[in-house]
C-alpha cells in the first residue's frame, strides 16, 4: 500500500516533470514509443528520433551547464552517460555532420533502482570537446546519450546557437533546472587491458583473459563480464 503510493507519487513527479535535458533544453518530447517507434522513440541514433530544430537555445562559448533526468525508463539502475557536441549544419537535415566530439570523459550514474525513478544530474560546467575553438553565433548540437546495462542507449539532444558567456540571452542556471538529486550516484568507469593490440595471432590473449576472470572470480557474474572487451570499473560497486 505504501510502496504502491510511493511509486505512484514517483511516476507522477515523472509525468508532470516531462522533460529529459532540464538545461539548456531539449529537442522536443521523444518518450513515446507507437507503431512507428516500437521498441520506443528515445532510442533512435542520433538524437532520439527528433529531426534538427530551428528554435534553438543559447550556450556559452566558454562551455556551460548541461543537465538532465535519467530515470524514465525502466533498466537504468547503473548506466553509462557520454555527453557530445556536433558542430554546424552542414549535416543530414541542416544537423551537425556527425556526434562525435566527447565532451566530457564517459561515467556511470548509479540509480536507486531498475524501476523508473525521478532525479536530476546536473553538470555545471562542461567544457568545449577537446581542440575545439567556437565563435559567438555558430550553430552546435548537444547530444546526451544514456547507455543501458544491455549496451543499447537513449539518445537526446538539444540544439544550441555559441554567445559570449555574458549574453543576457542565456537562461538562467539554478536550483530549479541544473541540481543533483541524493538518490542518484556516480561512479568513474575506467578500463583494464588484459593484452595490448598487436601482441601476434596467438589465441594467449583470449586464454589470458579467461586465466584473470577466472583467477578473480568471485561469483559467477565476474565469469561472465569476463566475456567483456573492457573491464568497467563503475560495476564492482555493484558486487
Ligand atoms: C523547441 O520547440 C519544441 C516544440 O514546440 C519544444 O518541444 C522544445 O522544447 C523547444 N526547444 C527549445 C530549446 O526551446
Ligand atoms: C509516433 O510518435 C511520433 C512522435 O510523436 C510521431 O511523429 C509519429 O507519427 C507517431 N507514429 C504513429 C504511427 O502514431
Ligand atoms: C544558426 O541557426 C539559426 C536558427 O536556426 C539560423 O537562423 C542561423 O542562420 C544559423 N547560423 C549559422 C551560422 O548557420
Ligand atoms: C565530424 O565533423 C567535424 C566537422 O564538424 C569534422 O571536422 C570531423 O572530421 C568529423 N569527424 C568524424 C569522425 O567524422
Ligand atoms: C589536439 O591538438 C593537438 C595539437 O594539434 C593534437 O596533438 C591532439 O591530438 C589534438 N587532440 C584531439 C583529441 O584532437
Ligand atoms: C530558473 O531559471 C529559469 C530560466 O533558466 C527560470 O525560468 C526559472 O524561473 C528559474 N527558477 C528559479 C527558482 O529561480
Ligand atoms: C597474422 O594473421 C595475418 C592475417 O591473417 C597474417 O597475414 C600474418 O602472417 C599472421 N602473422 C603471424 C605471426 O602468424
Not at 101 to 114: A, D, E, R
Request: glycine share 10%.
Amino acid at each position: 500500500m505504501l510502496l504502491s503510493t510511493i511509486l505512484s507519487l514517483a511516476s507522477a513527479a515523472l509525468v508532470s516533470a516531462h522533460t529529459i535535458i532540464t538545461y539548456p533544453g531539449w529537442r522536443g518530447d521523444n518518450l513515446v514509443t507507437n507503431a512507428s517507434f516500437p521498441y520506443g522513440m528515445q532510442w533512435m541514433y542520433p538524437c532520439g528520433g527528433i529531426l534538427p530544430t530551428q528554435n534553438r537555445t543559447f550556450w556559452p562559448t566558454t562551455g556551460g551547464a548541461v543537465a538532465f533526468q535519467p530515470g524514465w525508463f525502466q533498466g537504468h539502475a547503473t548506466a553509462f552517460v557520454y555527453i557530445n557536441l556536433g558542430f554546424g549544419t552542414d549535416g543530414p537535415n541542416g544537423g551537425p555532420p556527425n556526434m562525435s566530439n566527447p565532451m566530457v570523459p564517459p561515467f556511470q550514474i548509479l540509480g536507486p533502482s531498475k524501476n523508473p525513478y525521478p532525479g536530476t544530474v546536473c553538470l555545471p560546467q562542461v567544457p568545449l570537446p577537446v581542440n575545439a575553438s567556437v565563435q559567438a553565433g555558430d550553430n552546435a548540437t548537444i547530444q546526451v546519450v544514456e547507455l543501458a546495462v544491455h549496451g543499447a542507449a537513449l539518445y537526446s539532444c538539444v540544439d544550441i546557437t555559441f554567445v559570449e558567456p555574458n549574453d543576457p540571452r542565456l537562461a538562467d542556471v539554478n536550483e530549479s533546472n541544473c541540481f543533483n538529486s541524493n538518490d542518484i550516484g556516480y561512479a568513474d568507469v575506467y578500463t583494464l587491458t588484459v593484452r595490448a593490440s598487436g601482441q601476434g595471432n596467438t589465441t594467449s590473449g583470449a586464454e589470458h583473459r579467461f586465466w584473470y576472470f577466472r583467477r578473480h572470480n568471485k561469483g559467477s557474474i565476474l565469469a561472465y563480464l569476463g566475456w567483456m572487451p573492457v573491464v568497467l570499473g563503475g560495476l564492482w560497486v555493484l558486487l
